[in-house]
């Protein structure tokens, strides 16, 4: 029995590097990578891929954005997804969460059709650009699947039907099953990704590869973009620099000079 896994994938700015914007108000994307949140779940596909050798498990990774990217679905590659779908799109410049949702929902059917359905989509637990956490549920009511947010331990059910989860809680720890089809976010404490090797690298160049348009996802580019979305940014600005903070030299009265400024700032 095969079982189809979907892991979408994001293009973002480097967190290592000072976020800029276009004169669009739009994130300036020029020095960007795979989202650190999105190889999780790739790896929790990777294993349970691993975790049923007799099963045939066929990984696709997918993206919406410019051509750049690119760079997010050839990563996925490199670290063993089997095929990889980027909807590239002018129209799609601009798009709210609501706009992306309805685009990628798209591109998870147009895999289905391409593969013969689609069990299973694993997603992070959020971008680490927009940190809005909602794409999970979002894909889930378009696609109508069953929804578990914030796994951090994944493994095989009843064969390869479905899914044993364990979510963290304040209190206690959830184990909950999930039957196909299914969304599943995942969190950065369910595994530790592993890093493309030379020979992983070079077989990615010989994977299937598609880039798409809007048309042949059958989305109204009507519907998506900045004119289309309910939610725009109006202005924005650098953050003002960091005021030097307080200097305390050591001349044997430090400790109470400490005591002072926590006592004055109502720290103590």
Do not use: C
């Not at 490199?78 to 410049?93: C, E, P, S």
């Not at 493994?155 to 959830?174: F, I, K, M, S, Y």
Request: hydrophobic content about 45%; charged content about 20%.
């Amino acid at each position: 029995m095969s079982t189809n896994i979907v892991v979408p994938v994001k293009y973002v700015p480097d967190a290592q590097k000072q976020r800029t914007f276009r004169d669009d108000l739009t994130v300036d994307r020029t020095d960007s990578i795979l989202s650190e949140l999105d190889e999780y779940p790739l790896e929790a596909a990777l294993a349970l891929r691993e975790a049923a050798p007799e099963a045939e498990v066929s990984i696709v990774a997918v993206t919406i954005g410019p051509e750049a990217a690119s760079g997010a679905v050839k990563k996925a590659l490199q670290m063993g997804a089997d095929a990889a779908f980027h909807v590239a799109d002018d129209a799609l410049a601009g798009s709210d969460a609501l706009g992306t949702a309805a685009a990628l929902a798209a591109v998870i059917r147009h895999v289905g059709e391409e593969h013969g359905g689609v069990d299973l989509v694993l997603t992070g637990l959020a971008s680490t650009d927009g940190e809005m956490s909602v794409m999970p549920a979002m894909l889930a009511e378009h696609l109508d699947f069953a929804l578990v947010t914030r796994a951090d331990g994944i493994a095989w059910v009843e064969g390869t039907t479905g899914l044993a989860l364990t979510r963290p809680g304040a209190d206690a720890t959830q184990t909950v099953a999930v039957s196909f089809p299914a969304v599943v976010s995942v969190t950065d404490q369910a595994n530790e990704p592993r890093y493309p090797n030379f020979k992983a690298i070079m077989a990615a160049k010989k994977k299937p590869s598609a880039v798409l348009t809007l048309a042949d996802i059958g989305v109204d580019p009507a519907s998506v973009g900045r004119d289309a979305a309910a939610a725009s940014v109006r202005s924005a600005s650098e953050r003002p620099p960091r005021e030097a903070g307080t200097m305390v030299h050591d001349d044997g009265e430090a400790g109470t000079a400490l005591a002072d400024f926590l006592a004055q700032n109502r720290l103590l």
